[in-house]
């Protein structure tokens, strides 16, 4: 047991090791290129087989599909760019994305994910998930002021987004340089505002008004839309494109797999709904009682801890290390700075989370006596 020094009042912090795994806030790996999309990098939509519309949606970029032909709803839907269907441009677009996908689905090593990115704060890096995927809510990507930096998420089989789930951009980061590797289809949720370049093996599904700033480029499945506001996610001028050319077999550096550090750490909670507990996440939700915190990740060195500014001690040794956190009610901030084996710079990853207010037991009363 561990007990913070000089902080009696505020909190109390107990020293755990277990292998637990569920993800609040995340740190990943040093920068990795953008994943080349060669002629794919003009279209907003491409298809495999169809792409079906209903309602007023609105695509800027190209439209297209290969090796299917089939493309309806066109008007009632608006298309700000040129259209392919079944022509070489598609087929070369088609052709592309194979190399894009398999690149994506080939980078590493990855940090494992949690079942539901609701609640997540990520930086750049290889994110992985080996079966479905859900969101939930809102994630946040943190370039940590980097307008090159990349994301890459590698999906097993399905990405499905709740309604009126989000994708938030933070400090410098561009829908051009998010990737989504989907194994199976994805499906987005009435209302989602979603952002990236979404590279799906089969079909994906937009559901009514669900929003996309990217791409949605479908190998062999069909796209099908309704009412929807499509953008094109091009990079700001002078930053690196997450469309650039090809890289034949893949990312620079030996296996095909980026070169460099690659140390990551996950900062995360149980349960997972402590992250989204204060105000910028637009909820007055607030943890009651204590909840656990733990760091986990790869080549990890060194964790130090601190609750509000205070250090309440480092471990070091074999991931993860766990703590048990109980605070008075207010807004605190729990955060950790990692230390790696292999060269990766040091990170402070954080998140802050509202303690609900601990009621007060009434003060008894002297018993009254009469004569």
């Known amino acids: 047991m561990f007990r913070a020094a000089g902080r009696p009042l505020r909190s109390v912090v107990m020293f755990l090791v277990v292998p637990l795994l569920l993800a609040v806030t995340a740190t990943a ?7 080349g999309l060669g002629t794919a990098n003009s ?49 070369q677009a088609q052709s592309d994305l194979t190399v894009a996908y398999n690149d994506a689905a080939g980078r590493g090593p990855a ?35 980097d307008p090159n930096a990349v994301f890459i998420f590698q ?35 009435t209302g989602t505002a979603f952002i990236g370049n979404i590279l799906s093996l089969q079909s994906i599904t937009f559901n009514t008004r669900a929003s996309l700033q990217g791409r949605a480029l479908a190998r062999n499945g069909a796209v099908t839309l309704d009412t929807n506001p499509i953008k094109r996610g091009d990079c700001a001028p002078g930053t690196t494109p997450g469309g650039g050319g090809i890289v034949p077999g893949g990312p620079p550096g030996p296996g095909g797999k980026a070169p460099g550090p690659h140390g990551a750490a996950l900062l995360t909670t149980v349960p997972r709904t402590v992250a989204m507990t204060v105000a910028r ?20 060195r060194r964790v130090t ?9 480092t471990l070091s040794g074999k991931p993860p290390f766990e703590v048990l956190v109980r605070s008075l009610g207010g807004i605190h901030k729990l955060s950790a700075r990692v230390s790696f084996t292999d060269g990766t710079r040091s990170r402070d990853i954080s998140f ?17 006596f009469t004569g």
Do not use: E
């Not at 790996?29 to 994943?35: L, M, S």
């Not at 079906?52 to 009632?76: C, E, K, R």
């Not at 996440?281 to 990890?300: D, E, K, M, P, Y």
């Not at 802050?352 to 009254?368: E, N, V």
């Open 281 to 300: 996440f637009g909820t007055s939700r607030c943890v009651t009682g204590r909840f656990r915190a733990l760091v986990s990740g790869l080549f990890i």
């Open 29 to 35: 790996q040093a920068a990795q290129p953008a994943v």
């Open 155 to 189: 999906v097993g089989s399905t990405l499905t987004t709740a309604s009126n789930s989000r994708v938030l951009l933070a400090n410098g980061a561009q829908a051009c340089n998010v990737f989504w590797q989907i194994g199976g289809s994805a499906t987005f949720g």
């Open 305 to 313: 801890f601190m609750l509000d500014g205070h250090s309440i001690g």
């Open 43 to 91: 279209f907003a939509v491409l298809g495999g087989s169809t792409i079906t519309n209903t309602g007023p949606t609105v695509i800027n970029g190209d439209l297209g599909v290969s090796p299917g032909g089939a493309i309806t709803g066109f008007p009632p839907g608006i298309v700000n760019g040129t259209v392919h269907a079944a022509d070489a441009v598609a087929a």
């Open 111 to 145: 940090v494992l994910l949690p079942g539901d990115l609701g609640g997540l704060i990520l930086t750049p890096g290889v994110y992985n998930s080996p079966s479905s995927l859900l969101l939930t809510g809102d994630v946040t990507l943190d370039a940590q002021g």
């Open 352 to 368: 802050r989370f509202r303690a609900c207010a601990q009621k007060t037991r009434p003060t008894p009363h002297p018993p009254r």
